[in-house]
């Protein structure tokens, strides 16, 4: 079945496990973040390793480590973390990115523009505050 919208599983990795991180206080281990989530441990730590480059989190190695907040939650939002994966959210001229279109005018009309504009508000409203 398709989906007009879908997280890549990165995006939805990167925020639910900030979410457990946050609430965790003193950091959390990504065994126990895939117990939780059911994602493979090995994709959380590669997912949670950009977010310790991009200064997100913390990260202590070997059998008592895991991650912790480097940052205040009140302070970090949903778009942060999406970004910090996938990048920079963009609304521009063609919602497909064609640098050619055939038409005199989109087919898509506003209707992706809009969508996107709503996600992104969506995102910066949200903290992980919200979901202590």
């Known amino acids: 079945m398709s989906k007009i919208f879908a997280l890549s599983e990165a995006s939805s990795i990167a925020i639910h496990s900030m979410v457990l991180i946050a609430r965790s206080g003193n950091g959390i281990n990504a065994v126990k973040i895939a117990e939780i989530t059911g994602f493979s441990k090995n994709h959380i730590a590669k997912v949670l390793q950009r977010l310790v480059k ?11 480590g895991g991650f912790s907040m480097k ?8 778009l942060d973390i999406y970004v910090s994966i996938e990048g920079q959210l963009d609304v521009g001229e063609c919602p497909l990115s064609y640098d050619l279109c055939g038409f005199d005018r989109c087919l898509m009309g506003t209707v992706v523009n809009k969508l996107t504009t709503e996600f992104k508000k969506f ?10």
């Open 54 to 64: 991009n200064d997100m989190l913390k990260s202590v190695r070997g059998p008592a």
């Open 71 to 78: 940052m205040d939650p009140k302070n970090v939002s949903l």
């Open 123 to 132: 995102l910066n409203e949200q903290t992980l505050q919200s979901y202590l």
